[in-house]
């Protein structure tokens, strides 16, 4: 499994846009990017994912470094709804389909 | 998104009882799901993933015997922990998933062993 470097922690105000960045050095050429959340005491939530390209959804951006190695989640506007622990994981494209979480990035948003 | 239905969301039970913990996906099939535990403060840690039909796959240090999987069919599965003891006590999540797309979380079931 690809290895992800997160920050312990991130703040951010409220209504502002919010760059959680990821350092996945190790991932393959086939690993999709995923991002997942985790509110407290609750199951995780999808956000995003992505495999080269830039993505957009509703709830968030997901920028990819050109050689892969790093990516950013970008909440546009981040609201006291978005505080949560954020995971990037990597999952390999082809072969067995696992989810493995890291530590993740406990995200604080401030009113 | 998907709803994943886990029950019960709390359960005390007694040490050396066994205490079943249901998922079931509600609106969607999917091939492949995952058990997690996780501990106060920590990260979600992956127990086993199993595929319909198949036997679970379980982690490094994760008892098999202890922590009976089963996955039914495509919308699901149960797992089951044998002769529950105090450092049992967590906070089980299911999930299920297709391989590289989005994967969908049941919303806990706390165990508490006394």
């Known amino acids: 499994d690809a290895k992800t470097t997160q920050p312990n922690s991130m703040e951010s105000n409220e209504e502002e846009p919010v760059h959680l960045p990821c350092n996945h050095s190790t991932i393959s050429g086939t690993d999709y990017i995923h991002w997942y959340r985790q509110l407290p005491s609750q199951g995780p939530e999808y956000v995003i994912h992505?495999?080269?390209s830039n993505v957009n959804n509703r709830m968030a951006s997901l920028a990819i470094a050109e050689d892969r190695k790093s990516s950013t989640l970008i909440l546009h506007r981040a609201t006291l709804r978005d505080a949560a622990v954020y995971y990037c994981i990597p999952t390999e494209g082809a072969g067995s389909y696992q989810l493995t979480f890291g530590k993740g990035t406990k995200l604080s948003v401030i009113p | 998104g998907a709803v994943v239905s886990q029950h019960p969301s709390r359960v005390i039970c007694k040490s050396g009882t066994s205490v079943k913990i249901e998922c079931r996906s509600l609106?969607?099939?999917?091939?492949?799901m995952f058990w997690y535990r996780q501990f106060p403060k920590q990260s979600l840690m992956l127990m086993a993933t199993s595929n319909e039909g198949s036997k679970a796959t379980y982690e490094q240090g994760v008892e098999k015997d202890k922590f009976l999987i089963n996955h039914a069919s495509l919308t699901l599965s149960t797992l089951t922990v044998t002769s529950a003891h105090p450092e049992d006590s967590s906070f089980y999540i299911c999930g299920w998933g297709l391989a590289n797309t989005e994967a969908f979380f049941g919303q806990g079931t706390r165990l508490t062993v006394v």
């Open positions: 609106d969607f099939q999917a091939t492949t």
């Open positions: 992505g495999l080269t």
